[in-house]
Structures are given as structure tokens and as C-alpha cells.
């Protein structure tokens, strides 16, 4: 292998570890930073998201869910029980549960999972 062969397989090494570190950086792209929220946390069912769609808390934090319009969705576990499937179907609709556990909790819409309707809440003590 000659000196430039070997220069450029240096680069693209280069360039793949950098390209590496920045998507393993930006990996969750709306995933909360800072302290964990308290008290009651609020998450708006639009047309076809969650907002926000990754919430981090501490234990004792009350999530509500309100429904922004009105348009059918649910708030169903996604492999676990901690809360037992909602439905909201009217604008201003809204399904609470405390939290009380630590954990992370992820969560779907079922009509609306195909075009990434999903979230999860995590619970960490302080
Ligand atoms: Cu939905």
C-alpha cells in the first residue's frame, strides 16, 4: 500500500468515527437534558405526535395528557402495566397518572404508531 492509499484510508476513518460520535450524540434527538421535571408535567396529543414525546421526571411527577383536537388516540404501555390503556377521542380530553416508580416507560397511539406516535416517560430520582 502506498503513502496516499494509506493517508486516505486514515481519513475515512476518521470521517466514520466523527460521523459515529455525532449520531451516538444526537441519538435522542428531543431527549431532555437537565433535571428531572416535578409536579405535573403536561403532553399534548397532536394530530399525529406527542408533545413532547420524551419526558424525564421524578418520582411523584403527575403526567397529564391532554388531547389538543379531536381526533381519536391512545396512550397505551408499551410492555409494561404501569398504567392501564387510555382513549381520547375530544379536544381537551385528558388522562393523568402519578408516577411513582423509577423506570422508563415507553408508550404508543395505536392508530397513529405506523407514523411514530410513540413516547416514553423516565423516572429518576433526583
Ligand atoms: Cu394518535
Redesign the pocket.
Known amino acids: 500500500m502506498n503513502r496516499s492509499t494509506s493517508s486516505r484510508l486514515v481519513v475515512s476513518l476518521v470521517l466514520a468515527l466523527s460521523a459515529a460520535l455525532l449520531t451516538s450524540a444526537c441519538g435522542g434527538n428531543d431527549s431532555p437534558t437537565g433535571p428531572p421535571q416535578t409536579g405535573t408535567v403536561e403532553i399534548q396529543?397532536q394530530?399525529?405526535?406527542f408533545e413532547p414525546g420524551d419526558v424525564l421526571i421524578e418520582p411523584g411527577t403527575t403526567v397529564r395528557w391532554v388531547n389538543a383536537q379531536s381526533?381519536?388516540?391512545?396512550i397505551t404501555p408499551d410492555g409494561h402495566d404501569e398504567w392501564e390503556r387510555a382513549v381520547v377521542s375530544e379536544a381537551d380530553q385528558v388522562f393523568e397518572h402519578t408516577f411513582h416508580d423509577e423506570g422508563t416507560f415507553p408508550y404508543f397511539?395505536?392508530?397513529?404508531?405506523a407514523v411514530g406516535?410513540t413516547g416514553r416517560i423516565r423516572v429518576e430520582g433526583s
Open positions: 396529543l394530530a399525529q405526535s381526533i381519536q388516540h391512545t397511539c395505536e392508530p397513529h404508531q406516535m
